[in-house]
């Protein structure tokens, strides 16, 4: 055998060795990790988590309640949370699974970190007074692909933080696991998935564009003026708006109002009040203010004007002021002479 072929031979043995060095060192570790309980961060059944209590190094708290009477969650029990939120952290408790572990050279930094900026996460599944587990939520990796996570059980803290994701996911878990109250808060003003809904009244700034939609199931919809039967109208308009009250929301109660302000806008006439009256017999209702813009734009028409044209305020029946996208509620505000059959 030339020398050249005992050097490939030995390269290819060397080669075959270290291969399975690194592949038993591989399944050694992976075992380890999979046989640690404080890597097991996952609830597999989150059909019985009852509550989750979040809380960052600000301030901000979330109480997040399940409501056996309704789809929505309840946030710190004055308000329901965003349907959409309460998903996207159920599914990063379901499907979180360590990836690795936190270099040795960062773990004491990492830890000192997740000690003064991390949030807290409890979650409580049969006993509503202890938690079943607790996370706490770390930085993001540098590759945006992974949060360091920690996980308390029965009260005894992990001894070292975890590199954490989601399967099929790509990116970091920090952003679902927010605090803030505002964040979490959900923006229905109208919501009638099984359009449960006896009558829609529209009073205007202009008396003469009122009219109110009475539902009796069906295509059972009737248009009232006064008290009036209007019987001439165009149905698919009308019906086109009823639908829209199945999903109606304001983008955000965030509105970075001061007081007086606030209460000089509502202090102006509205363009408009929506009354929704349920087949229960509640009552909702809001009302539109105009907005001013940050500088005047031009109308279809070509006129100057100061209102801002993709957004208004609502009032809703609570007192409580949002920020509204004119897409979302422009098609529920036509006046009663466009929905008239000439």
């Keep these: 055998m030339t020398k050249n072929r005992k050097n490939i031979v030995l390269v290819v043995i060397l080669c075959i060795i270290g291969g399975v060095a690194f592949w038993m060192y591989q399944k050694k570790h992976t075992s380890s990790i999979a046989e640690n309980e ?20 600000d301030g901000n708290q979330a109480l997040l309640e399940r409501d056996p009477q309704s789809r929505l969650w309840n946030l710190n029990k004055k308000y329901k949370a965003r349907e959409d939120a309460i998903k996207n952290l159920l599914q990063v408790i379901h499907r979180v699974r360590v990836r690795g572990n936190v270099a040795n050279t960062a773990r004491d930094n990492m830890m000192k970190i997740m000690a003064t900026s991390g ?30 996570m920690l996980l308390e059980l029965d009260g005894e803290k992990s001894p070292e933080p975890y ?43 202009q008396p003469q564009w009122n009219y109110s939609i009475s539902y009796a199931g069906g295509n059972d919809i009737r248009l009232e003026q006064n008290g009036l039967n209007i019987p001439l109208f165009d149905t698919l308009a009308v019906k086109d708006i009823l639908l829209r009250f199945k999903k109606v929301h304001v983008e955000s109660y965030r509105t ?11 202090r102006t006439l509205p363009l408009l009040q929506i009354s929704v009256l349920s087949s229960s017999g ?19 028409k070509g006129n100057w004007s100061p209102w801002d044209p993709e957004y208004a305020w609502a009032l809703n029946d609570r007192n409580e002021m949002g920020l509204a996208q004119r897409y979302v509620f422009d098609p529920i505000s036509i006046p009663l002479p466009q929905l008239i059959k000439k």
Aim: with cysteine; hydrophobic share 35%.
């Design 38 to 57: 404080f890597t097991q961060f996952a609830i597999e059944d989150t059909a019985s988590i009852q509550k989750i209590f979040i809380a960052d190094h």
């Design 119 to 148: 949030k807290k996460v409890e979650i409580y599944t049969t006993d509503p007074e202890e938690p079943t587990k607790v996370f706490y939520i770390g930085p993001n990796t540098p590759d945006h692909c992974g949060t360091i």
């Design 163 to 205: 590199i954490c994701h989601m399967e099929g996911f790509t990116g970091f878990l920090n952003p679902r696991f927010f605090a803030e109250e505002m964040e979490w808060r959900y923006t229905g003003i109208f919501d009638h998935p099984q359009l449960d809904i006896q009558k829609i009244d529209f009073q205007f700034n």
């Design 256 to 266: 970075f109002l001061k007081p007086n302000a606030e209460d000089s806008i509502q």
């Design 282 to 300: 509640k009552t909702e209702s809001v009302k539109l203010f105009a907005k001013r813009g940050k500088n005047e734009v031009q109308d279809d």
